[in-house]
């Protein structure tokens, strides 16, 4: 974000501009009047002086920024511009308003100290010009009046600088979080095709591994059978019911992969129905032996805790059958800490972990890192019953 320079004034302030320039042209109009219409001796002077002051007033910023005048300088010129009205006959008393517009200039580009040293000026000017003119008991008099409007003017103008300096400030920082949240819906898409690209890289390498290798072989025992047929009947026969059992392998494997893949995200359904659906399509897919008990009051997830919890059961029981060699499955879901999160657990009876298992595979690793994004965790731990557990903890939404 860029720094705002205190050394300059604001590029828009447009009440100030406008007010200081209205200002000026109320006090030139009636004083350059009487200079014209009595023919006073100094008129000229008087007209030079009030059209320097509007031309500084009104082409302040190209002459601060442009030319890099300082800004004591730009003040003090002006100050000198007024005084020498002041000093001019017939010594218009009103030409002092002049300096309730320096006032509020100079607390707006001089915030602070300076700002007051200069409506000090200003005041000690004021005072000087009514007791040389009016005498001691004018300039007493006059003093409260004209330096509480010095005052008031400076301290509004510096107000209204700050708010407009603030304003600005927020309207960049919305901009950079506007700019950072478009970089991040950005990211959030490339990790999502990230993932899906590499969920699509998974399943082939399973569908390589099952269904490629058992086809390979009853393709090649297809083969042999074909060439043995008329030779040899019997060990063709044999061939043939390779392929079979084969061909029912792979296609009880084909079933246990549609049975995973199935999610609840299209179906608005609770998410304990959606996961006895699944285990039950899994179990029957399989010789796996799907337990499941469910809390009775888990209220309506959001559709992104109903997703982790579905896949991490989808893993589970994928582990379960595929690595663990388990015969049963546990799957339970249940309100803790006073109905303050949602517990999954998911035991099997399988043969544990591998002792030489020190990273988690790409499907706990998901697990893991969807229970992150929901300020939940997970855990894979050693069933103490044998075998293996996950358990993931995530809070309930408020």
């Not at 095709?193 to 099952?210: C, K, P, Q």
């Not at 249940?334 to 657990?345: G, K």
């Amino acid at each position: 974000m860029k720094e705002l320079t205190q050394n300059l004034p604001p590029k828009k302030i447009k009440l100030t501009d406008a007010s200081a320039l209205i200002a000026t042209v109320a006090v030139a109009i009636p004083s350059l009047y009487d200079y014209i219409s009595n023919a006073l001796e100094y008129r000229w002077v008087a007209l030079g002086l009030y059209f320097s002051i509007f031309f500084l007033l009104a082409l302040r910023e190209e002459i601060l920024q442009k030319s890099r005048i300082p800004v004591d300088i730009y003040l003090a010129i002006q100050t000198a511009l007024v005084l020498s009205l002041l000093i001019l006959p017939p010594h218009h008393e009103f030409i002092v308003i002049l300096f309730f517009v320096l006032s509020a200039l100079a607390s707006t580009w001089q915030p602070g100290k300076k700002g007051y040293l200069w409506i000090a000026l200003f005041t000690l000017i004021t005072v000087i010009f009514f007791f040389l003119q009016l005498g001691l008991e004018s300039a007493l008099y006059n003093i409260p009046i004209y330096a509480g409007g010095y005052i008031f003017f400076g301290a509004f103008s510096a107000s209204a600088a700050k708010a407009d300096v603030a304003r600005k400030e927020s309207e960049m920082l919305l901009e950079d979080l506007t700019a950072a949240h478009l970089k991040l819906q950005t990211y959030a898409a490339q990790a999502e095709e990230l993932a899906v690209a590499e969920e699509r890289n998974r399943l082939a390498r399973e569908m390589h591994d099952t269904l490629g290798h058992r086809l390979t072989v009853a393709i090649v025992q297809l083969e042999g059978a074909e060439r043995l047929v008329d030779e040899d009947p019997k060990r063709a026969r044999i061939m043939l019911a390779t392929v079979r059992e084969q061909i029912r392998a792979a296609f009880s494997e084909l079933r246990q992969a549609l049975a995973t893949l199935r999610e609840p995200l299209h179906a608005d359904i609770p998410i304990a129905h959606a996961l006895k659906s699944l285990g039950q399509s899994f179990a029957n897919a399989t010789d796996l032996e799907v337990k499941m008990a469910f809390a009775h009051n888990i209220p309506e997830l959001p559709n992104e805790y109903r997703v982790a919890i579905y896949r991490a059961v989808q893993e589970a029981l994928t582990n379960a059958q595929r690595h663990a060699q388990a015969e049963c499955v546990h799957i339970s879901l249940l309100l803790n800490n006073n109905e303050e999160t949602i517990d999954l657990r998911v035991k099997d009876n399988g043969k544990g972990f591998p002792k030489k298992a020190n990273k988690l595979g790409f499907g706990l690793r998901g697990i893991q890192e969807r229970a992150a994004q929901l300020n939940g965790t997970m855990r894979l731990e050693e069933n103490p019953d044998g075998g293996a557990q996950i358990c993931l903890c995530l809070p309930l939404p408020k």
